[in-house]
């Protein structure tokens, strides 16, 4: 036993992963800002840039069982490495991309490496912090998703204005190569990190943080944890609400820009400042609905309450951008719109879900299919989206965005149940 001071490296470790998040999701949403221009240099329609939107959700959501089967196999200094230098030498070939052939098959092959990211951050967070602590701590790394593009979408509008929109993805590919080799350099679990003392592992693991990663590593996978997987109404639930809120995402994350110009009639730089207000939301709305959510717990209520109420008090905030389809007012678009993602990032806490209901012996293959069920909208969204507004008209795609929500609603009220971790 120690009396001493427990450290705070898990934290340092936490922004490690955030930093990871950021980069992850500009490269996902880059794509989005250079849209407009990719459509006119090459001669695209919406449905192929639909397609094309829609090319990473393919490998992406298709590929996260296996995606989360390898996470529990390889320790997350290494895997997280691969994946960083492997997406980002695909977004650094886009920039040297020739047509729509070149481009799909790109971002194919993005998707492909980021297919076990958010497992791993969630085994990361699950190693590194305390049951209690880990509301706060999902909702962080998560916010890295909104937080890029918020604060860098104007940035990156002005790179592709210097440099065209080849030199941008050019730049965000360096960038994170870069930062897969740091990550690989600074990286540990936490029975093996050097600055770690005993009281901090004592913290995490009384907590119910685990501690030790050979353990985990060691687990034998089989058929019988994927049909846990698929078998549990408690789980379905989870997916279900989960495909909702990603909806919501994919739909910022791809044709947001896009309406703001097409359809809405805004030049590209006011609309680099415009985009950045939705997604400024959706970060304060990750930090707000973590933080709620560990309140509530702190205060004594149910995990059931503490995780499930912030998921659908989001859900149905998120139908909210319906409105914009009333208004020709651009302040008032722009007001549907924020308060929507808001309540997408108030929502966004579901991770923390899977780390209270996933079995111990299968949380990646849990998370993968968790990842696989909500990213499917990925495919789904930029293509059915490319359809609805392919006749000049893009009220229809605001409305079923806005029913997704609310059917992502419902599922965590009627199907999800008790929040208690599955048997297995």
């Not at 968790?370 to 893009?394: E, H, K």
Request: glycine fraction near 10%.
């Amino acid at each position: 036993m120690t009396h001493s001071k427990p450290t705070k490296v898990r934290f340092f470790i936490l922004f490690m992963v955030f930093i990871s998040v950021v980069i992850n999701y500009m490269d996902r949403s880059n794509l989005s800002i250079a849209g407009p221009h990719i459509a006119k240099d090459f001669g695209l329609s919406t449905v192929e840039m639909g397609y094309i939107y829609s090319a990473f959700g393919w490998s992406y959501a298709l590929l996260q069982i296996p995606g989360g089967l390898i996470v529990d196999k390889i320790v997350p200094r290494v895997l997280y490495t691969l994946m960083l230098v492997g997406w980002s030498a695909m977004t650094l070939m886009m920039g040297l991309a020739q047509g729509f052939l070149t481009l799909f098959g790109l971002r194919l092959a993005i998707g492909v490496f980021e297919v076990p990211a958010f497992p791993t951050n969630n085994k990361i967070v699950t190693a590194w912090f305390p049951e209690h602590e880990k509301g706060k701590a999902i909702a962080c790394y998560t916010s890295g998703q909104f937080v890029g593009v918020a604060f860098l979408t104007p940035v990156l509008v002005a790179i592709q204005a210097w440099i065209g929109w080849q030199g941008m993805f050019i730049l965000m590919g360096l960038i994170g190569i870069v930062w897969g080799v740091i990550w690989y350099l600074l990286y540990r679990q936490p029975d093996e990190h050097k600055g770690v003392n005993q009281a901090e592992l004592d913290h995490i693991s009384k907590g119910g943080g685990i501690v030790s990663g050979s353990a985990a590593q060691q687990q034998k996978i089989d058929w019988s944890q994927i049909k846990m997987a698929f078998s549990r109404r408690k789980l379905w639930g989870v997916y279900i609400g989960q495909f909702a809120s990603t909806s919501m995402l994919w739909f910022f994350l791809t044709w947001f820009p896009t309406y703001l110009v097409q359809y809405r009639g805004l030049d590209f730089i006011k609309v680099g400042f415009l985009t950045s207000i939705p997604f400024l939301a959706a970060f304060c709305g990750v930090l707000l609905g973590g933080t709620f959510s560990d309140w509530l717990i702190k205060r004594g209520h149910s995990i059931t309450l503490a995780r499930k109420l912030p998921v659908i008090l989001g859900l149905l905030l998120s139908t909210s951008i319906v409105g914009a389809n009333f208004t020709d007012n651009t302040t008032l678009i722009v007001v549907f719109m924020t308060i929507a993602f808001f309540g997408n990032g108030f929502s966004s806490i579901t991770w923390a879900l899977v780390s209270a209901i996933a079995p111990l012996k299968a949380i990646g293959i849990t998370g993968g299919t968790f990842n696989f069920m909500g990213n499917l909208s990925s495919i789904f969204i930029p293509i059915v989206i490319g359809y609805l507004v392919s006749g000049g008209n893009f009220a229809p795609a605001l409305i079923f965005i806005s029913l997704i929500a609310l059917t992502g609603a419902l599922s965590y009220i009627f199907v999800v149940g008790k929040v208690e971790r599955v048997s297995f």
